[in-house]
């Protein structure tokens, strides 16, 4: 007797509900790890998807590769069934399948939808009736309709469609962001609402039944491209906010003016004012790349996303700015940058993560080396730096104890664990992009 779809959506529901749904996590990084240790914590048995073997591997043997998430936490996901795999045919065992690979930019800052392609083509042959496949990477408004749903449509052999009715057969496609924010941990992940948008009303309960298992509240928007917007506001709000501060910073710099002191009495304000703060450039995987995302889709609508570009162009130039205050600040001691020994504090985009992708200190460091200067690192979290799709460092982090040896430190990223004090107190040159020095008083400090 064959199931009908019906069947399969109650089914579900009530498998959530039992903690007996088969849930499958796509992509085992930065964001659908974490998930699948909060879906394990809730007792169900999670499967980790992830092209990477080295990941698998390690995930097979209760190891993390992620410094936040200690083996321990691996292990006892282990102890509640979570294993890890690059075998896409086991996607015909879940009953729900959670994409969350990576959305870069390409060459010419356009969308890099590869992987979710590549990932949706792997699926689709192994698509099963009433399965839920729901995308939680970052894209623009448009991409789960547009293009996963046709890939998996086109690409399994049974013929399924998408159902966007209960009574209909066929799988149901659903997009919900992830809101994520690595290293803040005054904000308990379950308590961070989950806003979800479905292709259809069946997508939307279900993908929502399944999200209200692990977060607090779930939040419903009309549709995946809802969805998919929200995700992108968010970001671009951050972006643009912060392109404000890097510019008013620059001209507060002018009239000597504290732009910090500044934000933290304009924060005393009890309503209307969100504080943000000017720093080296933007870093990470959401910040510099999301935005790019909606103005290239704007194009097709004949639209200019100037709020997007210009906070783009701002935020771009603050590692220069950077560089530039070391020139000058080195004039000032009469040296050149040219063959001076640089150290950069913090290769992390922000402070206390093991997360370097797209970071500012990348930038600034390759600018420096190519005004001639010997540059050097250090970070607590990066022994040492191999190569990346945008750079080819091969540098390990030299000891804090050889600080005085160099023309001039940078402060980058502002890692807990620094002794900023201590710092200035042997170093012969600070520049400071992240007002890690406040309230130290010393001349060899420079603040930008
Ligand atoms: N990191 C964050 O803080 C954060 C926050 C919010 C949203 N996001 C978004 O979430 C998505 C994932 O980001 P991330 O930081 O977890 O990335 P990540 O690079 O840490 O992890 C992605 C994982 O996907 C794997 N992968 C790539 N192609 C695959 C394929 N075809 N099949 C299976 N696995 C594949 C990679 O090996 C990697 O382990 C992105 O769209 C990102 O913009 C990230």
Not at 158 to 174: E, H, I, M, P, T
Not at 270 to 275: R, S, T, V, Y
Request: proline share 5%; with cysteine; hydrophobic share 40%.
């Amino acid at each position: 007797m064959t199931t009908t779809t019906l069947d399969r959506t109650v089914e579900i529901r009530n498998r959530i509900q039992t903690r007996n749904a088969r849930i499958g996590i796509v992509g085992m990084g930065y964001v659908g790890l974490p998930l699948a240790l909060l879906f394990s914590e809730e007792r169900f048995v999670i499967t980790g998807f992830d092209v990477d073997r080295r990941k698998v591997d390690t995930l097979n043997q209760g190891g993390s590769y992620i410094v936040r998430i200690p083996g321990e936490e691996i292990e006892s996901a282990r102890k509640n069934g979570f294993t890890a795999t690059a075998d896409y045919a086991r996607i015909a065992e879940m009953d729900v399948v959670i994409i969350c690979v990576p959305t870069p930019l390409n060459e010419n800052h356009e969308p890099d939808l590869s992987y979710v392609t590549g990932t949706v083509k792997s699926i689709a042959p192994h698509l099963q009736e009433g399965q839920l496949i729901i995308l939680e990477s970052t894209t623009y408004p448009g991409t789960t309709e547009e293009v996963v749903v046709p890939l998996l449509e086109e690409g399994n052999q049974a013929g399924l469609k998408l159902a966007r009715d209960a009574g209909s057969a066929g799988f149901y496609v659903a997009f919900s962001p992830e809101r994520e924010d690595p290293g803040n941990d005054t904000v308990a992940r379950r308590d961070i609402p989950k806003v979800v948008g479905g292709c259809g009303p069946a997508a939307l309960n279900l993908a929502s039944a399944v999200y209200a298992s692990i977060f607090n509240r779930t939040v419903s928007v009309s549709s995946p491209a809802a969805a998919e917007m929200t995700k992108l506001l968010e970001n671009i709000y951050r972006c643009v906010n912060i392109a404000l501060v890097n510019e008013l910073k620059q001209l507060c710099m002018r009239m000597d003016i504290d732009i910090f002191e500044v934000i933290d009495a304009a924060r005393t304000k009890p309503f209307g004012f969100q504080a943000f703060y000017p720093g080296p450039g933007l870093g990470g995987h959401c910040i510099p790349i999301d935005p790019f995302y909606l103005s290239w889709k704007a194009k097709e609508f004949d639209f200019n996303t100037r709020f997007i570009e210009l906070a783009g162009q701002v935020n771009l130039a603050m590692p220069y700015f950077v560089v530039e205050n070391v020139i000058e600040a080195m004039s000032q001691q009469g040296k050149a940058l040219h063959g001076a020994r640089v150290l950069v504090l913090g290769m992390a985009y922000k402070r206390d993560i093991d997360d370097l992708r797209e970071s500012p200190s990348l930038t600034i460091i390759e600018l420096l080396q190519k005004r001639g200067a010997h540059v050097e690192y250090n970070d607590p979290f990066f022994p040492t730096v191999g190569q990346g799709r945008k750079y080819a460092l091969n540098m390990a982090s030299t000891p804090l104890e050889k600080i005085a040896e160099f023309d001039c430190v940078v402060i980058v990223t502002d890692h807990s664990q620094y002794d900023f004090a201590e710092i200035v107190n042997k170093a012969k040159l600070v520049i400071d992009t992240r007002n890690a020095t406040k309230g130290i008083k010393a001349d060899n400090i420079v603040r930008c």
